[in-house]
């Protein structure tokens, strides 16, 4: 569940000239101010009422304020149907505007207005997918698979995607890492899994020795961050009984490297971490154990621990922001019980490591017929609140 999301009265009413009317309450629940955020919920119909070829005439309206009754730029997708094949789970996207705490409303209507706006540009071909999202443009490859294979930022808009604004150089040595075997030494069967003018998902499936993968990619509409879904299966009839998991990661090289400032942080009840300006052999990580004792954050210059401690009781989340002058990286990873230790890792030659199960922590013995389904953000760009909201999206808080 999102620490922002929409509670839907399941509720069907005429509204002025409207057949379709359902109030959608978006509840800030992560404690800190959304503007234009990204927001998606699945919408029940009734049967026989509409169908594919009526996905134009769905829109979202401002419920209050100066623009109460417009419509905002939103998009729709079909999640299911019903047997007739008319729509039954509406996907309804769209950016909103809530205060820290609060609750706002719009209105889904059928009322077939559109508003004009840029959409995400997708271009695919030869086992390639370049994405723009209007300040990102990444790109992602089949042949030797290494996760996001390159991208630019500008947080202006204007769309200088040059390489001063660049974050990660095509070709590196990241990806998919299972106790030391790597995706890029393979390929992947890339699919564009769903496309609208709010969000593109990318999907990605491969194998790593006997380990299936499969990997989901989101990017939003305006926004400088995707958010990533890894599933890890361990399902091979023949092997073994269990295996020594040694580590299992997302790893991406970037271009932040040199004297950097990192920020760190839990959640919004705990206040965020500053590390100082650094030197160029700084490593910063963020990790968490089982125990829940270890440090959830450190800074390290060379080998030197400078900075350490634990910002949350209750370890539930974490993210870090680096910057080094006009670029920077931001990183998180949605907790889970399974697996531990975790751990986010900016090295000093730019690396970001997010580590699902952390090579720093003992192995452990994993059996055949598991599982597991993890979630992290990558947010591209020297604005950590950008990271943060993208971060907060991932699940609740404490």
Wanted: net charge positive; with cysteine; glycine share 10%.
């Amino acid at each position: 569940m999102g620490s922002i999301f929409i509670p839907v009265l399941l509720l069907f009413f005429t509204y002025s000239t409207y057949s379709l009317c359902v109030p959608l309450n978006v509840k800030e629940t992560g404690g800190i101010d959304r503007t234009n955020v990204p927001v998606q919920s699945g919408i029940p119909l009734p049967v026989g009422k509409y169908q594919v070829s009526d996905l134009s005439k769905f829109m979202v309206l401002e419920a209050t304020g100066s623009n109460q009754g417009f419509p905002i730029p939103s998009a729709f997708a079909v999640n299911a149907t019903w047997k007739d094949g008319s729509i039954r789970f509406l996907n309804v996207q769209f950016q909103a505007t809530v205060s820290s705490k609060t609750t706002k409303e719009y209105y889904l209507t059928d009322g077939n207005q559109t508003v004009a706006v840029d959409s995400i540009i997708v271009n695919g071909g030869n086992g390639t997918y370049e994405i723009e999202t209007g300040v990102l443009k990444f790109k992602v490859k089949s042949t030797a698979f290494n996760l996001i294979d390159e991208a630019f930022v500008d947080l202006s808009g204007a769309k200088n995607y040059t390489t001063g604004n660049q974050i990660v150089q095509s070709g590196h040595a990241g990806g998919f890492v299972i106790n030391g075997q790597r995706s890029n030494g393979g390929n992947a069967v890339l699919t564009l899994f769903r496309a609208t003018r709010e969000q593109i998902i990318l999907k990605a499936t491969g194998t790593i020795g006997q380990f299936p993968y499969v990997i989901y990619i989101k990017a939003f509409r305006n926004k400088p961050y995707v958010h990533i879904t890894h599933n890890f299966y361990y399902n091979n009839a023949t092997a073994s009984s269990k295996i020594d998991l040694a580590n299992l990661s997302l790893e991406l090289p970037t271009k932040v490297t040199g004297e950097r400032t990192a920020v760190m942080g839990n959640n919004s009840t705990k206040p965020s971490v500053q590390c100082s300006q650094s030197s160029t052999s700084s490593v910063y990580t963020m990790s968490y154990s089982a125990s829940r004792t270890t440090p959830c954050y450190t800074h390290f210059t060379g080998t030197t621990a400078v900075d350490s401690g634990n910002s949350s009781s209750n370890i539930y989340l974490g993210w870090m922001h680096v910057n080094s002058g006009s670029i920077g990286i931001g990183i998180g990873i949605r907790h889970f019980w399974e697996m531990y230790p975790k751990v986010l890792e900016l090295e000093a030659d730019g690396k970001a490591i997010l580590g699902l199960f952390s090579y720093k922590g003992p192995s452990i013995p994993y059996y055949a017929g598991g599982g597991r389904t993890h979630t992290a953000i990558v947010s591209f760009g020297t604005d950590t609140n950008l990271t943060k909201e993208a971060f907060f999206m991932l699940s609740k808080t404490k």
